[in-house]
């Protein structure tokens, strides 16, 4: 029995494959659809999310689907790695091994070519050719050799010897053989025998292969009326695709790009009838499926968006497993969504309402204006084609989206209920409740939003559902000055990646004291001590860093290794050699012991600056600093804390008149190095002007020429 659900799929890649995904945000991390990437989005459906995610999520629960989400950490306590956006490590998965790729073969064929005497090395060597076919070359595979193998052999009428003549005809065709090498190979078959059918199908093929579609729909017409079933069906099932590629040969520009306005309208028009043609007669055909996905190609390159809305809700409906859902979905977002992405709409499709309800949220984004596309008079009226659908929470919940795109918190507020239960799985129920608690951040009702998201945290029960919740608490707690609840003993805010935003950004100095030896483990002490110690530094409470850098004695076993990088406490035993060649500097501790004796210590203050310059020690808010929902909101400050600003450090000892020449000119010549070589300053603090600058270099030059720092400078930018 051929194998039909292959080159199903291929054929309906064809589709997926057309242009770049448009409902994305994302550019630079993984393909949406490959396995190891997984969802970004939050896990509601909100306008904020990309389309494909909402889809997913929406079209998953109602098939129960799992979802590709990422897994909880072993603990979340000691791990910043759960958080909502791209991970980089999604991308660091192996690509399947060679042996796995190469895994591409095929018994039945195999079998097949034995049976009719071909040489099976030579259907190994072209079967390698398959990966990337694309357009109308997907059926010139091993599946598609395959299906006529079949054909062949199932076919009384034929001799052994036409079967084989046949078959290494197809295979000529599969490896590129013309329609004149076709013909001359098959020359002596017998007039009257009914190989010459196969012979019209092979050189049809050639022809559709070739371009020559004209040829390719008489031959392909010729056999639709064939008393051999094989030949009948695949005839029809042909001619649809000869229109259809027929209406996009003047579509593609110069370098692939598709331009659906010259779409030939009249052959896909054609190909539509020919599509519905093959789906009455052989409903569960060969290639239905293939011609139901050719349906949504045909309807948008017609570009009828309700009648194509309309197939897409019911193939996701249809979705058999998760995968497949989501290479729909990913179709889906090249069509369709590239239609829609810039010019949302705004009305319903009574026949396609999930699919319009994802479309109007994306129509709530704001647009140039900072406004959502979607407006309550277009809302209002598409109501009605949602109640008669029997999809009225779909329409409510864009009521409150909208109603929270315009700030109408108090609307929010009174129409909905908090929950005394949330089920496992309602995804749209949990986004109403998310939206009751942003509202309340909205009217900074902080109290009650905190009461509101700690009640949601103990009702919900999804691990991802928690984390997210967790972030909204943190942040209701930082706008309400409720950091030190965020790290109280029995704390709802447990997720690690959270805690440690708040400790760089917003902890003061006696809570990261507290946490620095009793936080919850050694992550989150590590995190709390190197953010203290460098704010010592950068703040310059030279004795309390002598005192708190004792607290390292807290933290057994040092916490080392990439996913703490930024908080290497290691960095603190910085004992001076890196410093510049020809500038000795004693270690850290005993420069900032100095430094707590004698703060305005030239040479001490160019080595805490030579500290900075080669360890780039600071608090680094870009490492956990993304997909942490409206926390980021909550933490930002105009000045970040633990950023330092070395060039501060160069001034002070230009402007001392007790500093040695020695370290006077090295600072005029780090002070100037700040700005090497693109202009902009690398040392932190405030940008000096150019003059200033050109004044340092030629203080340097003419003060201390004998220097080996002014002799070394030949520039200053």
Same mark, same amino acid.
């Given at each position: ?34 396995? =190891? ?22 079209? /998953? ?73 694309? =357009? ?80 390719? $729909? ?26 259809? =590629? ?54 948008? #390159? ?14 996701? &409906? ?49 647009? /140039? ?91 919900? &029960? ?5 984390? #997210? ?30 805690? /440690? ?94 430094? /707590?004796?004698?703060? =305005? ?48 450090? #160069?001034? &002070? ?32 603090? $405030? ?31």
């Amino acid at each position: 029995m051929a194998r039909k659900t292959p080159l199903t799929l291929a054929l309906c890649a064809l589709l997926a494959s057309a242009p770049q995904a448009f409902a994305s945000f994302d550019i630079e991390d993984c393909t949406w659809s490959s396995e =190891n990437c997984l969802l970004k989005g939050v896990p509601v459906l909100t306008p904020g999310n990309d389309t494909r995610d909402n889809l997913l999520r929406l079209f /998953s629960e109602a098939k129960s689907f799992a979802l590709p989400v990422q897994s909880m950490p072993a603990d979340i306590t000691r791990s910043r790695d759960y958080y909502f956006a791209y991970h980089p490590q999604w991308d660091a998965v192996s690509a399947p091994s060679a042996s796995t790729a190469t895994s591409s073969e095929n018994p039945t064929l195999t079998q097949q070519a034995t049976a009719l005497q071909l040489d099976p090395a030579e259907i190994a060597r072209l079967s390698e050719n398959d990966s990337g076919l694309e =357009n109308r070359y997907v059926s010139n595979s091993s599946d598609g050799v395959s299906q006529f193998f079949t054909a062949l052999i199932n076919d009384a009428t034929l001799t052994p010897e036409q079967r084989h003549a046949l078959a290494q005809a197809r295979m000529a065709i599969w490896g590129g053989a013309t329609t004149g090498q076709v013909s001359e190979a098959l020359v002596t078959l017998p007039a009257d025998s009914s190989a010459l059918l196969y012979k019209t199908y092979l050189t049809g093929a050639t022809y559709f292969y070739t371009e020559d579609y004209k040829s390719a $729909e008489q031959d392909f017409t010729a056999l639709v009326n064939s008393k051999n079933p094989w030949l009948e069906e695949t005839a029809q099932y042909m001619l649809m695709r000869t229109a259809l =590629n027929k209406s996009t040969q003047h579509s593609t520009g110069e370098y692939g790009d598709f331009d659906i306005s010259k779409v030939d309208q009249q052959f896909a028009n054609q190909a539509q009838e020919a599509a519905q043609r093959y789906l009455q007669r052989w409903p569960q055909g060969l290639y239905a499926d293939s011609a139901r996905g050719m349906l949504r190609r045909i309807n948008w #390159y017609q570009q009828a968006w309700p009648q194509l809305a309309a197939l897409y809700e019911q193939t996701f &409906q249809q979705a058999k497993d998760p995968d497949a859902l989501r290479r729909l979905v990913t179709e889906y977002d090249n069509v369709y969504g590239m239609r829609f992405y810039n010019a949302p709409f705004t009305e319903a499709f009574p026949d396609a309402l999930q699919v319009s309800y994802i479309e109007l949220l994306r129509a709530l984004r704001p647009n /140039s204006d900072k406004k959502p596309t979607l407006t309550q008079a277009f809302l209002d009226s598409s109501k009605p084609a949602f109640e008669k659908g029997g999809k009225a929470p779909l329409w409510r919940n864009l009521q409150l989206n909208l109603w929270m795109a315009t700030g109408n918190y108090a609307a929010i507020v009174q129409a909905i209920t908090p929950a005394k239960q949330l089920p496992a799985h309602d995804i749209l129920a949990f986004s109403e409740q998310v939206l009751y608690g942003e509202a309340l951040m909205g009217q900074q009702q902080w109290q009650a939003a905190r009461d509101f998201w700690q009640q949601l945290l103990k009702l919900s &029960q999804d691990n991802e559902q928690q984390q #997210y919740l967790q972030a909204k608490l943190a942040a209701t707690l930082v706008f309400n000055n409720e950091i030190n609840a965020i790290f109280a003993p029995q704390s709802p805010v447990t997720n690690l990646r959270f805690r /440690s935003r708040v400790l760089k950004t917003q902890a003061p100095l006696e809570l990261l004291r507290q946490q620095a030896p009793q936080g919850t483990n050694n992550e989150e002490r590590t995190i709390a001590l190197h953010t203290l110690l460098v704010r010592d530094l950068t703040e310059n409470r030279f004795s309390d860093w002598l005192t708190d850098i004792k607290l390292v004695k807290a933290i057994t076993p040092p916490v080392i290794g990439e996913s703490f990088d930024d908080v290497n406490l290691s960095v603190f035993d910085w004992n001076g050699s890196a410093a510049d060649t020809g500038y000795v500097c004693r270690g850290l501790s005993e420069t900032v012991g100095v430094l /707590s004796k004698k703060a =305005n210590d030239a040479h001490a203050l160019n080595c805490l600056g030579e500290f900075f310059r080669t360890t780039q020690t600071h608090v680094d808010l870009w490492k956990d600093g993304s997909g942490n929902d409206v926390l980021e909101a909550a933490i930002d400050r105009k000045h970040p804390y633990g950023q330092f600003d070395r060039q501060s450090y #160069y001034q &002070q000892v230009i402007a001392s008149p007790k500093a040695e020449p020695e370290d006077k000119s090295y600072a005029l010549y780090r002070a100037i190095m700040c700005y090497s070589p693109s202009g902009m300053n690398e040392c932190g603090g $405030e940008e000096i002007d150019k003059v200033q600058r050109k004044g340092w270099f030629t203080q340097l030059k003419t003060e201390y020429p004998g220097s080996p720092w002014a002799q070394k400078l030949k520039y200053y930018w």
